[in-house]
T-cell receptor, first 113, second 115 residues
Framework: NAGVTQTPKFQVLKTGQSMTLQCAQD?????MYWYRQDPGMGLRLIYY???????DKGEVPNGYNVSRLNKREFSLRLESAAPSQTSVYFC????????????FGPGTRLTVL | AQSVTQLDSQVPVFEEAPVELRCNYS??????LFWYVQYPNQGLQLLLK??????LVKGINGFEAEFNKSQTSFHLRKPSVHISDTAEYFC?????????????FGQGTTLQVKP
């Protein structure tokens, strides 16, 4: 099992450009999450999806959109990138609620110039 | 709303010494508690969690944590650290009800183990 995979690993954008970060999991988990990690701030939840076909906002959703394409895939889109979106982005999926463990991907390091 | 405070941003320690990483949380509802570890240039992985039951929780790699409800703390301990424990450690909480699994993280503590 690959677990949670993310593409790309690195990306540099100019202000105003758009891009989509891809995430896929092969563990048959219902819930998936997008976080951003900034120095000294820990991880903050951007969006999550409790199950296929549903999405909801987290702490810092402004400037982002998401799509839960199917049970495996959950993508994060930046429509018009801003320097404040320079960050490391992590996707995670969660196993069943009774054990409540999230499994994280390796991350995407995004720089917006 | 919940919040998590990790009281030390960096903890330097010599190899084979004991270590404690401190975590306090604030919440008006019951929460689950977690410690995640992030090795350099990697994603996070679960170290241990408290969902219910015994307040002393044992995790991977010899780590343990104790849930103290009255002090709203969940400090992480290891009796003897190794160089390989050098990493960033995150304390996190999620609401027990609602079942969304949404995590609120602390700011992180960098553990630096010196030879």
């Amino acid at each position: 099992n690959a677990g949670v995979t993310q593409t790309p690993k690195f990306q540099v954008l100019k202000t105003g450009q758009s891009m989509t970060l891809q995430c896929a999991q092969d563990m048959n988990h219902n819930s998936m999450y997008w976080y951003r990690q900034d120095p000294g701030m820990g991880l903050r939840l951007i969006y999550y999806s409790a199950s296929e076909g549903t999405t909801d906002k987290g702490e810092v959703p402004n400037g982002y959109n998401v799509s839960r394409l199917n049970k495996r895939e959950f993508s994060l889109r930046l429509e018009s990138a801003a320097p404040s979106q320079t960050s490391v982005y992590f996707c995670a999926s969660r196993d069943r609620p009774s054990t409540d463990t999230q499994y994280f991907g390796p991350g995407t390091r995004l720089t917006v110039l | 709303a919940q919040s998590v405070t990790q009281l030390d941003s960096q903890v330097p320690v010599f190899e084979e010494a004991p270590v404690e990483l401190r975590c306090n949380y604030s919440s008006s509802v019951s929460v689950y508690l977690f410690w995640y570890v992030q090795y350099p240039n990697q994603g996070l992985q679960l170290l241990l969690k408290y969902l219910s039951g015994s307040t002393l929780v044992k995790g991977i790699n010899g780590f343990e944590a104790e849930f103290n409800k009255s002090q709203t703390s969940f400090h992480l301990r290891k009796p003897s650290v190794h160089i390989s424990d050098t990493a960033e450690y995150f304390c996190a909480v999620s609401e027990e009800s609602g079942n969304t699994g949404k995590l609120i993280f602390g700011q992180g503590t960098t553990l630096q183990v010196k030879p």
